[in-house]
């Protein structure tokens, strides 16, 4: 006979494995998929219904901030690769300006507009104080490519 | 400077290496005095960090910009309190503060009364072990005091971020927690080197551990106040990598606090005590290599992905090393287990609460390593959010808040169920009217309704407890109600202040359940003289202005604000334009009372006199910080007082040093 204590140990097994499977089927209905702009510019329809995040660098150019109705419009773009218009209703980040590296997540519409649920730049959340030596357009350039590349 | 600088981390290198070697040679030849020159050596270190930390304050409170670190995170402007501060603002000086803190702990244990004990050798190696590694990768790495090319005028300044008191107090907290962890690893490695398989080792390390997951407390709570204060988002904790990464390391602590009076009591759970420990002193190594690391998109970017190797490598290294310690003295451990008396008892739902932090530790790890898994697995890097963790930790915690409740009334060894029934009929009560209540008062969310009634019924439950225990102690002795309850706790300090831990959770419990469904939000832009109204608050812009203050531009929203109809003053939301910084950093501004905040951001403006606000109302988000405190007072509480439980611990010694 098996004692107490293997017992014990097999239900709280199970109660492990059951905790694991919900864990499982909870995950990707949680999560945001990476994709690139180059990706979503040329096969976007294909990621329809999936909460995406991306990333790009912004064309000051076409940011267009209605204050009154709090809507938010720019593009993003990855160079040579493709470009993605943005929407988003909330506020317009801080140091929203050229080149700046954008993290976006939110669907992707029928248009081909990417609807923006968070918008967020990538340098304000640079703690270390050493990226502040190179802070130039150049280097979130080449920090940008860098990361495409890895 | 420089070479004072530069001989104290060569020196501790060399110190380190000299102290292991010592231990290793007095170990082998049984002398005592070289073990005594060991011991010197930790002296010693504790020394030359303590003079490199000293030496970086200076350079940095004096400005001295010819270095690097000095100049990179300081100016001449900033305040003394940030100047000095910023000596953990960059890798090279976290890395300094992690090693001084950890050869002041050292030195501590080995001259502790504890000096003579067998273990002491192997203890002290571990230490110095950890220490080499740190002074290694300063040295190698990341050199707190390596020299600028050219002197320069003045030096770039701290993140405005990190210029708030919660900076100040948050990194040095948590790293005492995290450093503090390496002295129970330590011991339960040794005892296992040793083979002393009874539970000495947790009683020599119960305050070293209370005292680390004491720190790790503060440190997450600080951490919480900070991001609410300062980021300017209305909320405390978003499920980051790196938050999860100080988390990981409390849920194990907290079910090792746990577990470790079973062993104590019933000479339990050996394997699974000492696993824990080591479990969890590898999540802060873990802890910070995802900090230090930078492999996944983090807010606390601190990217420097060679400091996230050398942290890997020494992760590896003493993970395999443990692991070869624990599987070699596997049978060991089991011998002499103790089984479970019944199922309905103390000890089962003990375990239960094991079992239970250390899922969701293993649910939040999950979680935080799911984007590099399935990137690996599939291609595709699949980042996951907050509504994962919320989804998946709500159960497990509202899980643990019911344990919380039932734990306490279960008998050790055997409980009768009839009892038990008995002791649980008012907190369930208090539980059952809770939730009467808030129906009645047409509160929504039934999630967040059955949460709080059973944080009802868990607090009922503890105040039941406090109540059973002072009215036996009156009855026994006559004291009036004050003095039993001081008698009472003063002579449990470990079991009351175990509760009122409990009762902080309690708390915490109400601020996070509240704030996170029923916490409002308005964006709107609004035009001087118009008003905002969100709940029962109403606010009225007046005007932006602009000044300046130490060189940095701010502008300021006056507003006029009134709840339900009264006047409760102004409220000044501010965006601060830093010299030295490029991107302005926001002032939220907070109202609060006991049941609710007022949180209020300026985000944008087109013109002075139309400007964009966001209006939070945060429901019982003060309770968060008010829980903290409470937990960290029953902590102490249990850790100034309270013997461990000597007559069993007796006498398991006994038992097993006839076995042994």
């Known amino acids: 006979m098996m004692s107490k204590n293997k017992k014990i140990v097999m239900g709280l097994g199970l109660a492990a494995v059951a905790f694991v499977i919900m864990m499982f089927s909870t995950m990707p209905s949680a999560g945001s998929k990476e994709i690139t702009i180059a990706d979503l510019s040329k096969n976007g329809s294909k990621y329809e219904g999936d909460y995406i995040m991306t990333q790009g660098l912004l064309n000051k150019e076409s940011v267009k901030w209605d204050a009154d109705k709090l809507e938010l419009r720019f593009e993003l773009y990855e160079e040579g690769k493709g470009t993605l218009q943005v929407f988003h209703k909330g506020i317009k980040p801080d140091n929203f300006s050229e080149d ?48 495409k590349q890895e | ?36 020159s060991a011991r010197g050596a930790v002296l010693s270190l504790a020394f030359v960090a303590s ?56 030195a501590m244990v080995v001259f502790s009364k504890e000096k003579k004990n067998p273990m002491m050798p192997y203890v002290s190696s571990i230490l110095m072990v950890n220490i080499l590694f740190f002074f290694t990768v300063m040295a190698l790495n990341a050199n707190p005091f390596e020299m600028t090319d050219k002197i320069p005028a003045d030096g770039k300044g701290l993140n405005p971020m990190l210029q708030n008191p919660g900076m100040i107090l948050h990194p040095v907290t948590l790293y005492m927690g995290y450093v503090g962890l390496a002295v129970p690893f330590a011991f339960g490695i040794a005892a296992l ?10 009683k020599l390390t119960r305050r070293w551990t209370l005292l680390a997951w004491l720190f790790l407390t503060l440190g997450n709570v600080i951490g919480g106040w900070w991001a609410y204060l300062e980021l300017g988002w209305g909320g405390y904790w978003a499920w980051d990598p790196v938050e999860n990464a100080s988390f990981l390391p409390w849920l194990t602590v907290s079910a090792f606090l746990h577990s470790v009076m079973i062993q104590e009591r019933k000479n339990m759970l050996k394997t699974w005590n000492v696993s824990l420990i080591i479990l969890s002193y590898i999540l802060t190594l873990f802890g910070t290599f995802l900090v230090r690391s930078g492999i996944l998109t983090s807010v606390h970017a601190f990217g420097d992905s060679n400091l996230g190797t050398y942290f890997l490598v020494f992760m590896a290294f003493m993970m395999l090393f443990s692991l070869y310690i624990v599987m070699t003295r596997y049978g060991l451990l089991k011998k002499d287990s103790s089984p479970i008396e019944a199922y309905f008892s103390k000890e089962s739902s003990f375990l239960l609460n094991n079992l239970i932090l250390v899922a969701a530790a293993f649910a939040v790890f999950w979680g935080t390593m799911y984007p590099l898994i399935s990137e690996t697995f599939t291609g595709t890097k699949v980042n996951v959010g907050a509504p994962y963790f919320n989804k998946v ?76 225990g002072i009215s036996a102690r009156r009855k026994a002795t006559k004291e009036n109600v004050l003095k039993a309850a001081f008698k009472l706790t003063i002579k449990n300090q470990r079991r009351y202040g175990g509760y009122i831990v409990h009762i902080g959770i309690a708390v915490i419990a109400v601020g996070v359940i509240s704030s996170h469904t029923y916490s409002t939000e308005v964006l709107k832009t609004v035009d001087a003289g118009n008003s905002i109204k969100t709940g029962d608050y109403s606010l009225k812009f007046n005007e932006l202005t602009e000044h300046t203050k130490n060189g940095n531009g701010i502008v300021v929203a006056d507003i006029d604000v009134t709840y339900k109809g009264k006047d409760i003053g102004k409220i000044k ?31 944008s403006w087109e013109t002075k ?36 439980t000597s007559s069993r611990y007796q006498i398991n010694k006994g038992i097993s040093r006839v076995g042994g």
Not at chain 2, 424 to 441: D, H, K, N, Y
Not at chain 2, 574 to 585: D, L, M, Q, R, V
Not at chain 2, 593 to 601: A, E, I, K, P, R
Request: hydrophobic share 50%.
């Open chain 2, 393 to 468: 930790m709500a159960p497990i915690l509202l899980v643990l808040i019911v344990l919380m409740g039932i734990c306490p009334l279960i008998a050790w060894q055997k409980a009768v169920f009839e009892k038990f029934m008995k002791n649980m009929l008012w907190p369930l009560a208090m539980g059952v009217a809770t939730a009467i209540i808030l129906f009645a008062f047409g509160v929504n969310g039934f999630y967040a309704i059955i949460g709080l009634s059973a944080t009802s019924f868990m607090f009922g439950t503890h105040l039941q407890e406090f109540a059973r």
């Open chain 2, 193 to 202: 080197i040793l083979k002393r398989m009874d539970s000495e080792w947790i």
């Open chain 2, 609 to 644: 006199d139309k400007v964009t606000f966001m209006v939070k109302v945060n429901p019982f988000v003060s309770w968060i910080w008010m829980g903290g405190i409470i937990m960290v007072i029953g902590t102490a509480f249990a850790l100034i007082g309270g013997r461990p």
């Open chain 2, 573 to 603: 939301p501010e965006k601060i334009f830093y010299e030295t910084w490029p991107e302005p950093s926001t002032e939220v501004a907070i109202k609060t009372n006991w049941s609710q905040d007022l949180y209020v951001v300026l985000s």
């Open chain 1, 100 to 147: 700046v590296i954008v993290l976006v997540e939110g669907f992707i519409q029928e248009d081909g507009v990417f609807e923006a649920e968070k918008v967020q730049t990538k340098c304000p959340t640079k703690y270390e104080g050493e990226d502040m030596e190179n802070y130039d357009t150049e280097m979130h350039k080449e920090m940008y490519k860098n990361d």
């Open chain 2, 1 to 36: 400077m420089y070479l004072i600088g530069n001989i104290s981390i060569y020196l501790g290198i060399v110190i380190s290496l000299y102290g292991i070697i010592a231990n290793f040679v007095g170990i082998r030849k049984k002398s005592s005095k070289w073990i005594e």
């Open chain 2, 51 to 106: 003079v490199a930390a000293f030496l970086l304050l200076y350079l940095l409170g004096t400005s001295q910009f010819q270095y690097k670190y000095v100049a990179s995170y300081t100016n001449e402007s900033l305040s003394m309190a940030y100047k000095l501060t910023a000596f953990w603002a960059g890798n090279a000086g976290s890395l300094l503060l992690w090693a001084v803190l950890l050869a002041l702990y050292a």
